[in-house]
């Protein structure tokens, strides 16, 4: 069975630093994609960032950028220059080739302070 | 692009009625899938629906059932309500394709079950 862990239930980080969120997960699958969502106070889940596990070279989507390590299957999130809007739940996911289904994990609550 | 819609967004039902929601994907999107969010099992996959047909679906009791139309637009409904079901309903959309199968949400809607 598929599993995906976060182990930072929460973390908090000072405006305009850096952070990374933690995420293993679990699969003897070889073809598989690995998200982020955000889901802020409002509760709409908002895409952050997507890896696709065939490929070596690590997403980056504007200040949010993965660390990918397909053998140790971990699934990194680095926030850079962290700003107030990025105070959310994140989740980290995964997803097997056409399947619709997204396993979660737990979620990290993170709290950007001014 | 309009993003996926839900209705409605809150719900009060009493234990042992039923429960009908609603989910419109994003335009052209054919897959629909739909997630249960709770304090204590986090978020957990009900089913997915392809093409009017499921395609997967997740360890739920039969209470918990859904369907797709035509113009994809999705309903699941929850019979004989409990406690338990108090939570938020997601739905998510994607175009169901190899390679494109990055899941947007709806707004959720929010059941409380009295």
């Known amino acids: 069975a598929q599993t995906v862990t976060q182990s930072q239930p929460e973390m908090s980080v000072q405006e305009a630093e850096t952070v990374t969120l933690s995420c293993t997960y679990d699969t003897s699958e070889s073809n598989y994609y690995l998200f982020w969502y955000k889901q802020p106070p409002s509760r709409q889940m908002i895409l952050v960032i997507r890896?696709?596990?065939?490929?070596?070279q690590n997403a980056t989507e504007n200040r949010f950028s993965v660390n990918f390590q397909k053998a140790a299957k971990s699934f990194s999130l680095k926030i850079s220059d962290s700003q107030l809007g990025d105070t959310a739940m994140y989740f980290c996911?995964?997803?097997?080739?056409?399947?619709?289904?997204?396993?979660f994990g737990q979620g990290t609550e993170l709290s950007v302070k001014p | 692009k309009a993003g996926v819609t839900q209705t409605p967004r809150y719900l009060i039902k009493t234990r042992g009625q039923q429960v009908t929601l609603s989910c419109s994907p994003i335009?052209?999107?054919?897959?629909v899938s739909w997630y249960q969010q709770t304090p204590g099992q986090g978020l957990q996959f009900l089913f997915e629906?392809?093409?009017?047909?499921?395609?997967n679906k997740g360890n739920f009791p039969g209470r918990f059932s859904g369907r797709q139309f035509s113009n994809s637009r999705s309903e699941m409904n929850v019979s004989t309500l409990e406690l338990g079901d108090s939570a938020l309903y997601l739905c998510?959309?994607?175009?169901?394709?190899?390679?494109?199968?990055?899941?947007?949400f709806g707004p959720g809607t929010r059941l409380l079950v009295l």
């Open positions: 629906y392809f093409s009017e047909t499921q395609r």
């Open positions: 998510a959309s994607s175009p169901g394709l190899a390679t494109q199968e990055t899941q947007y």
């Open positions: 890896q696709e596990a065939y490929k070596q």
């Open positions: 996911a995964f997803m097997i080739n056409q399947g619709g289904k997204l396993i």
């Open positions: 335009s052209g999107h054919r897959s």
